[in-house]
RNA sequence: GCGGGUGUAGCUCAAUUGGAUAGAGCAUCGGUCUACGAAACCGAAGGUUGCAGGUUCAAAUCCUGCCACCCGCGCCA
């Protein structure tokens, strides 16, 4: 017998529409969900109403025939039909007893998936010699998550930081940095960002609004001026291809450059990714540099099986639904990173074996990841070499926004780096810990610093997670230190006081109530009991639609309904000690599932803060 | 111009994918502690779900047409 309940009364409504319309609806869902409204009962039934419709009869007299035909012997009362066919269903106590009894494991009642197959996420997407900004924040918080969830389901994650370290971006700031002199071994990731921000500068200005100033034409002088500024344009960056063949070459002085370049940009991201607690090392790289050497052969499967064309000099992949193609290869014979992308998709799908490959993306690049999803099942790379059919995702994710809605920056206009975001969080965690922690009443009195240091942290980084993965992902969202550290409302440091707040009492009771009997007789019990039951349901339908809201939001009404539980019903100094052992289980259980889904985003859950 | 996204309470967001009276949190107002942790709880007020049609027992959700804002739009990544 399954522990959860929905499965229970799904099958049982299964065999009863095969009773009532026949063996052919042996697939229709019967659309058990949660009551809408705590009165009505425990689940409804919503099948009826669109079966009616497909029968040609009536809603309400299908339901009738549903609840004659169900069979839920031990399991519920007579379900009751309720407006145009609704079925509520109450369930029988000893059942809630049994499932909630049967989840009290270690895994807490989540099964793993069958069969599950290994998952790339494509997270973090550093770029060598910039500074971390909020972008990467949310991919790498974002991946963390699904790296989190999908583990605990059972997969193979290979967490995957497709690093930016190769082209001609990379070219051009060694170009910068050799032609200034630079000493490579003494520089900063900062001065590595002056330096790409200065050639990036320089090569971009500016051929765009030169022709904008053709088109709408300026005066003369000030095209001349365009025209100059354009020149010196193309000479950076045919300087910086110069530098990019030796480098592709592999020119020894030009390597150990590059290789100190990635050493910097990779000292300052393991900071700023011991600051987030992801699990993301060195181990995890696996940049476009990866995959220089396997560009050539993937443009050759694509001509092999003429899934590309020639246009304008440049190799594109076209799609029979839209008119934009993908360049694969540019007219000068050299390759993008569309080229790159691909060539990471045979990687993980062919090589990997990947049954799953999920994006981390920001949203801009929603077109992209279409193409390249879309030309991977051209080349044949959305099946792996056993015959899975492989997922693609991209799960792109809006902008983080200043106070005056535009994209955030300093009072200086310049961007905000990654780790001063961090840090400023952690300081206003650590702060509000202090505080707390001088009234003589707060379990966190007499601690010593660094125990406070080290759950102030946890609060400030597990308050910005929380705002970030509390809303859907596709939204963009204002960075707001206040408001998420304001340890009031729909924050992280709610549930964390939640759950601190639970680990008190059993600590102070010094039982976990462990293999006492469950008592749930009264009604915040009863809701407290299907608030856990669900957990299981809302880990995989997380998984399923990489929406980590979801289990911010069923963390954050979990936590309702203990304080509605806690409110009403006194633990410590309950009636008998079988009740008390109850309550103290059940507190416990809470206590870990709530840790559990805190654990599942990426947050932090201390003992007492 | 084409493509993608967003539009829900004063503000920030939900709505289990078409289900019952659209729900939370801030902010506002009113109640609960010499404490099983008040970082909490209970209550009040707040809505023409951008607009107009359509589909049906039922629409924030689906279809059509508009409006507003954001983001992309071949040889950057």
Redesign the pocket.
């Known amino acids: 017998m399954p522990a959860d309940p929905v499965q229970c009364l799904t099958e049982a409504f299964t065999k009863a529409i095969v009773a009532v319309a026949g063996q052919e609806y042996a697939e229709t869902d019967p ?1 058990i ?5 705590p009165d ?2 425990d689940f ?1 039934c ?5 079966l ?2 497909r029968l040609a009869r009536a ?1 309400r007299e299908v339901a009738g025939a549903l609840v004659d035909a169900v069979d839920l012997d031990g399991l519920a009362d007579t379900p009751e039909v ?7 269903i109450r369930l029988d106590k000893s059942i809630l007893l049994d499932a909630v009894t049967m989840m009290d494991t270690p895994d807490l009642g989540v099964v793993p998936d069958e069969d599950a197959g290994d998952v790339v996420i494509d997270m973090c ?1 550093v ?1 060598v010699a910039k500074q971390m900004h909020v972008g990467h924040l949310r991919s790498t918080i974002i991946g963390d998550a699904f790296a989190r969830i999908l583990e605990r389901l059972g997969h193979v994650v290979h967490r995957e930081n497709h690093l ?1 370290d ?4 990379i070219a051009m700031v060694l170009r910068e940095l050799r032609n200034n002199g630079a000493d490579l071994a003494a520089l900063t990731l900062t001065d590595l960002d002056t330096a790409y921000r200065t050639v990036q500068a320089a090569a971009t200005a500016d051929s765009r609004g030169l022709e904008a100033a053709v088109s709408k034409q300026v005066g003369p002088h000030h095209i001349a001026e365009l025209e100059a500024q354009n020149s010196g344009a193309a000479e950076v ?1 045919s300087a910086a291809g110069e530098t990019l063949v030796l480098l592709q070459a592999g020119d020894a002085g030009l390597i150990a450059d590059w290789q100190s370049l990635i050493a910097v940009t990779l000292a300052a991201m393991s900071e700023a990714v011991d600051m987030l607690g992801v699990d993301m090392g060195p181990e995890n790289n696996r940049g ?1 540099s990866f995959y220089r050497d396997h560009l050539q052969d993937v443009m050759g499967w694509f001509q092999d099986r003429n899934l590309c064309c020639e ?4 190799m ?1 992949v ?1 799609f029979d639904n ?6 694969i ?4 014979g ?5 080229t ?1 992308d691909l060539a990471a998709v045979r990687c993980r799908t062919q090589e990997t074996k990947a049954t799953r490959c999920i994006y981390v993306v ?7 990841f ?1 193409d390249v999803f879309d030309a991977a099942a051209l080349a044949g790379w959305n099946t792996t070499p056993d015959g899975d059919v492989v997922q693609f995702s991209h799960t ?1 994710f ?2 983080v926004l200043g106070g005056d ?3 955030l920056k300093t009072r200086g206009g310049k961007n905000v780096t990654l780790i001063s975001l961090l840090t400023e969080a952690i300081e206003r ?1 650590r702060e ?2 202090r ?3 001088k ?6 009195h007499g601690l010593d610093p660094e125990e406070l240091d080290a ?1 102030g942290r946890s ?1 400030g980084i597990g308050a910005v997670k929380y705002a970030d993965l ?9 960075f ?1 230190l206040d ?1 998420m550290v ?6 992280g ?2 549930l ?3 759950h ?6 059993i600590r ?2 010094g039982d976990d109530g462990a293999g006492a009997t469950f008592q749930i007789d009264q009604p915040v019990e009863r809701q407290l009991v299907l608030a856990l039951l ?1 957990w299981n ?1 809302v880990v995989h ?1 997380t998984a399923e ?1 990489l ?1 980590p ?2 289990i911010a ?1 069923y963390a ?1 009404s979990l ?2 309904a203990f ?12 009636d008998t000690d079988d009740l008390r052992r109850s ?1 103290l289980r059940l ?1 416990d259980l809470t206590g870990r599932v709530l840790c559990d889904a805190l654990n599942l985003l990426g947050i932090e859950a ?4």
Not at 322 to 327: E, K, L, Q, V, W
Not at 334 to 338: I, K, M, S, V, W
Not at 362 to 368: C, E, I
């Open positions: 659309a969900r949660p009551a809408s409204k009505l009962g409804q919503n099948v009826a109403m669109g009616g419709k809603p309720a407006g145009p066919g609704f079925i509520n997407g770029n930016g190769w082209g001609l971006p960056r476009e246009d304008e000099g440049a594109v076209r839209r008119d934009r193609a993908m360049i290869r540019k007219s000068d050299g390759f993008l990173y569309a790159t920001d949203a801009r690049q929603h077109d992209h279409q792109g809006g902008s809605r535009k994209p965690g509000e810990v505080t707390r922690s009234d003589p009443h707060a379990p966190t759950i609060v509390s809303n859907d992902l596709v939204r963009d969202y204002v707001d408001r304001a340890f009031e409302g729909d924050t440091p709610y964390q006081y939640a601190a707040r639970i680990r008190s009492i102070k009771a669900r349901g339908a639609t929406e809201h979801r939001a954050r936590a309702e304080n509605a539980f806690y409110q009403a019903c006194p633990v410590l100094k309950a309550r507190a201390p003992d007492r803060m």
